[in-house]
Nanobody, 125 residues
Protein backbone atom coordinates (compact mmCIF):
# COMPACT_ATOMS: atom_id res chain seq x y z
CA UNK A 1 0.00 0.00 0.00
CA UNK A 2 1.48 3.32 -1.12
CA UNK A 3 0.64 6.52 0.69
CA UNK A 4 0.96 9.90 -0.99
CA UNK A 5 0.94 13.20 0.85
CA UNK A 6 0.71 16.55 -0.96
CA UNK A 7 1.75 19.91 0.41
CA UNK A 8 2.51 23.41 -0.80
CA UNK A 9 -0.85 24.72 -1.95
CA UNK A 10 -2.03 28.21 -1.16
CA UNK A 11 -3.42 31.45 -2.53
CA UNK A 12 -1.53 33.63 -4.97
CA UNK A 13 -2.24 36.39 -7.42
CA UNK A 14 -2.17 35.82 -11.15
CA UNK A 15 1.39 35.69 -12.42
CA UNK A 16 2.67 34.25 -9.17
CA UNK A 17 4.30 30.92 -8.40
CA UNK A 18 3.79 27.96 -6.11
CA UNK A 19 5.63 24.68 -5.62
CA UNK A 20 3.71 21.57 -4.71
CA UNK A 21 5.29 18.49 -3.16
CA UNK A 22 4.12 14.89 -3.22
CA UNK A 23 5.85 12.59 -0.74
CA UNK A 24 5.43 8.86 -1.33
CA UNK A 25 5.77 6.36 1.49
CA UNK A 26 7.81 4.18 -0.87
CA UNK A 27 8.71 3.81 -4.50
CA UNK A 28 7.52 0.41 -5.68
CA UNK A 29 6.30 -1.20 -8.88
CA UNK A 30 3.04 0.62 -8.16
CA UNK A 31 4.65 4.02 -8.49
CA UNK A 32 6.37 3.80 -11.88
CA UNK A 33 4.54 6.96 -12.84
CA UNK A 34 3.47 9.74 -10.51
CA UNK A 35 1.12 12.33 -11.91
CA UNK A 36 -0.45 15.58 -10.82
CA UNK A 37 -4.15 16.10 -11.40
CA UNK A 38 -6.39 19.02 -10.60
CA UNK A 39 -10.10 19.47 -10.18
CA UNK A 40 -12.05 22.70 -10.17
CA UNK A 41 -15.59 22.83 -8.77
CA UNK A 42 -18.05 21.35 -11.22
CA UNK A 43 -15.34 20.15 -13.58
CA UNK A 44 -13.78 16.82 -14.42
CA UNK A 45 -10.47 15.93 -12.84
CA UNK A 46 -7.72 16.62 -15.37
CA UNK A 47 -4.12 15.53 -15.61
CA UNK A 48 -1.55 18.30 -15.76
CA UNK A 49 1.87 16.64 -15.40
CA UNK A 50 3.52 13.30 -14.84
CA UNK A 51 6.95 11.82 -14.30
CA UNK A 52 8.32 8.29 -14.46
CA UNK A 53 10.11 7.60 -11.22
CA UNK A 54 12.67 5.33 -12.82
CA UNK A 55 13.70 7.19 -15.95
CA UNK A 56 12.54 10.70 -15.14
CA UNK A 57 10.53 11.13 -18.35
CA UNK A 58 8.13 14.04 -18.03
CA UNK A 59 4.68 14.68 -19.44
CA UNK A 60 2.58 17.85 -19.52
CA UNK A 61 -0.87 18.85 -20.61
CA UNK A 62 -1.12 21.59 -23.20
CA UNK A 63 -2.71 23.92 -20.67
CA UNK A 64 0.38 23.99 -18.42
CA UNK A 65 3.24 23.21 -20.79
CA UNK A 66 5.89 25.91 -20.54
CA UNK A 67 4.60 27.17 -17.17
CA UNK A 68 4.74 24.10 -14.92
CA UNK A 69 7.74 21.88 -14.28
CA UNK A 70 7.60 18.45 -12.69
CA UNK A 71 10.68 17.01 -11.03
CA UNK A 72 11.64 14.47 -8.40
CA UNK A 73 14.08 13.71 -5.63
CA UNK A 74 14.38 9.93 -5.56
CA UNK A 75 16.34 10.00 -2.33
CA UNK A 76 13.28 11.51 -0.66
CA UNK A 77 10.62 9.65 -2.71
CA UNK A 78 9.21 13.08 -3.48
CA UNK A 79 7.83 14.61 -6.66
CA UNK A 80 7.54 18.37 -7.10
CA UNK A 81 5.37 20.55 -9.29
CA UNK A 82 6.77 24.03 -9.83
CA UNK A 83 3.98 26.26 -11.07
CA UNK A 84 4.90 29.62 -12.59
CA UNK A 85 2.88 32.30 -14.35
CA UNK A 86 -0.22 31.08 -12.59
CA UNK A 87 -3.61 32.00 -14.02
CA UNK A 88 -7.05 32.10 -12.37
CA UNK A 89 -8.01 29.04 -14.43
CA UNK A 90 -5.29 27.07 -12.61
CA UNK A 91 -7.43 27.26 -9.47
CA UNK A 92 -8.48 23.90 -8.08
CA UNK A 93 -7.68 21.02 -5.80
CA UNK A 94 -4.41 19.43 -6.84
CA UNK A 95 -3.82 15.73 -6.29
CA UNK A 96 -0.84 13.53 -6.88
CA UNK A 97 -1.46 9.96 -7.92
CA UNK A 98 0.58 6.87 -8.71
CA UNK A 99 0.18 4.16 -11.29
CA UNK A 100 2.06 1.08 -12.40
CA UNK A 101 2.64 1.65 -16.14
CA UNK A 102 6.06 2.91 -17.18
CA UNK A 103 4.52 5.78 -19.10
CA UNK A 104 2.32 8.50 -17.72
CA UNK A 105 -1.08 8.86 -19.35
CA UNK A 106 -2.68 12.14 -18.38
CA UNK A 107 -5.87 11.71 -20.40
CA UNK A 108 -7.77 10.00 -17.61
CA UNK A 109 -7.43 9.75 -13.85
CA UNK A 110 -9.06 6.31 -13.77
CA UNK A 111 -5.89 4.32 -14.29
CA UNK A 112 -4.19 5.70 -11.19
CA UNK A 113 -4.39 3.44 -8.17
CA UNK A 114 -3.10 5.57 -5.32
CA UNK A 115 -4.07 9.13 -4.47
CA UNK A 116 -3.11 11.78 -1.99
CA UNK A 117 -5.63 13.85 -0.07
CA UNK A 118 -5.16 16.93 -2.24
CA UNK A 119 -3.93 20.47 -1.71
CA UNK A 120 -5.87 23.60 -2.68
CA UNK A 121 -4.46 26.13 -5.14
CA UNK A 122 -6.30 29.42 -5.55
CA UNK A 123 -5.19 32.03 -8.08
CA UNK A 124 -6.86 35.41 -7.95
CA UNK A 125 -6.96 37.92 -10.78
Amino acid sequence: QVQLVESGGGSVQAGGSLRLSCAASDYTYSTNCIGWFRQAPGKEREGVAGITTGGGATYYSDSVSGRFTISQDNAKNTVYLQMNSLKPEDTGMYYCAATRPYECYLGSWRGYNYWGQGTQVTVSS
